[in-house]
């Protein structure tokens, strides 16, 4: 993720949609952040996830629904400073979901650190969830091969640092477990 778009202004919701389609940022306080494209091991993480969740998800017939990027998150339905694209977003309110992606914080949010991304998703990404109150936060770290997993209790995150050779247990589910071990590199 490259530096906020120069602006002595702050942005809005508003014109975050009036972005060029082909163009993927965020906007994060009022800051337009351009996102570069994802690495194949980035892609690699993202699918392996998202085929996990939602099969998981299917198997449940419930009503907890998962998107990958790019889907846009308003995490604040007041607040029109703050649109995000998380690399994966699972949503169980289907009153959250818009046509134009989820207004409220998801359950569960999963990030997977690219480095011109790092100090987004370890400092302002997981500050912002927290206010937000997403309820699960994961980390995925492919560089240092690190998974960090906030779960949020009251009002802060709890945190447990495994690797990619762990089966981590997801925190708002009681019998899903994520297997690192079958992500093939």
């Given at each position: 993720?490259?530096?906020?778009?120069a602006h002595a202004?702050?942005?809005?919701?508003?014109?975050?949609y009036?972005?060029?389609?082909?163009?993927?940022?965020?906007?994060?306080?009022?800051?337009?952040?351009?996102?570069?494209?994802?690495?194949?091991i980035?892609?690699?993480?993202?699918s392996?996830?998202h085929?996990?969740?939602?099969?998981?998800?299917?198997?449940?017939k419930?009503?907890?629904?998962?998107y990958?990027?790019p889907?846009?998150?308003?995490l604040f339905?007041?607040?029109?400073?703050?649109?995000?694209?998380?690399?994966?977003?699972v949503?169980?309110?289907?009153?959250?979901?818009?046509?134009?992606?989820?207004?409220?914080?998801?359950?569960?949010?999963v990030?997977i650190?690219?480095p011109?991304?790092?100090?987004?998703?370890?400092?302002?990404?997981?500050?912002l969830?927290?206010?937000?109150?997403v309820?699960?936060?994961w980390?995925?770290n492919?560089i240092?091969?690190?998974?960090?997993?906030y779960?949020?209790?009251?009002?802060?995150?709890?945190?447990?640092?495994?690797?990619?050779?762990?089966k981590?247990?997801?925190?708002?589910?009681?019998?899903?477990?994520i297997?690192f071990?079958g992500l093939v590199?």
């Amino acid at each position: 993720m490259s530096e906020a778009l120069a602006h002595a202004n702050s942005y809005t919701e508003e014109d975050y949609y009036n972005l060029p389609e082909n163009v993927r940022a965020e906007l994060i306080d009022g800051q337009i952040y351009y996102m570069s494209a994802p690495s194949r091991i980035h892609q690699e993480i993202l699918s392996y996830l998202h085929l996990e969740i939602g099969n998981y998800l299917r198997s449940q017939k419930g009503s907890c629904k998962v998107y990958p990027a790019p889907f846009a998150v308003k995490l604040f339905s007041e607040d029109d400073r703050n649109v995000v694209e998380p690399d994966i977003s699972v949503i169980c309110d289907p009153n959250k979901l818009t046509d134009r992606g989820c207004t409220g914080a998801p359950d569960w949010i999963v990030e997977i650190v690219s480095p011109s991304n790092s100090s987004q998703d370890y400092i302002r990404k997981l500050n912002l969830y927290a206010d937000a109150g997403v309820r699960e936060y994961w980390i995925v770290n492919p560089i240092n091969q690190s998974v960090y997993v906030y779960f949020l209790e009251k009002d802060k995150f709890r945190t447990m640092a495994y690797t990619l050779q762990d089966k981590i247990k997801v925190n708002i589910y009681d019998d899903l477990w994520i297997d690192f071990t079958g992500l093939v590199l």
